[in-house]
């Protein structure tokens, strides 16, 4: 029964970081919007951003929507959000 939790468990960490890298298209780093440009955006479009990084490949942005917690992915060039949680 042990073995197989920690299998489990580590399959969960193995395909995790994939999870992201999949939602954005691949973009040369200096091609990106900027770490403010992004702030901006997600600012205009409704969320108390609380913080901005690179994640496989994406924008993400932590923050609040109507109050809620978010989790938001967005492409590192056209800004348009890929995915949320």
Known sequence: M??????????????APAFASDLCTPHAQNEWMTK???TAKATAMGYE??????????WEVKGKKDGKRVE??????SGEQVHSK
């Not at 042990?2 to 395909?15: F, G, N, Q």
């Not at 951003?49 to 994406?58: L, S």
């Not at 938001?72 to 060039?77: E, N, S």
């Open 49 to 58: 951003v609380k913080g901005v990084k690179i994640e496989d490949g994406c």
């Open 72 to 77: 938001v992915y967005f492409d590192t060039v």
């Open 36 to 38: 403010e440009a992004m």
């Open 2 to 15: 042990r073995k197989s939790a920690l299998t489990i468990a580590a399959l969960m960490l193995v395909s």
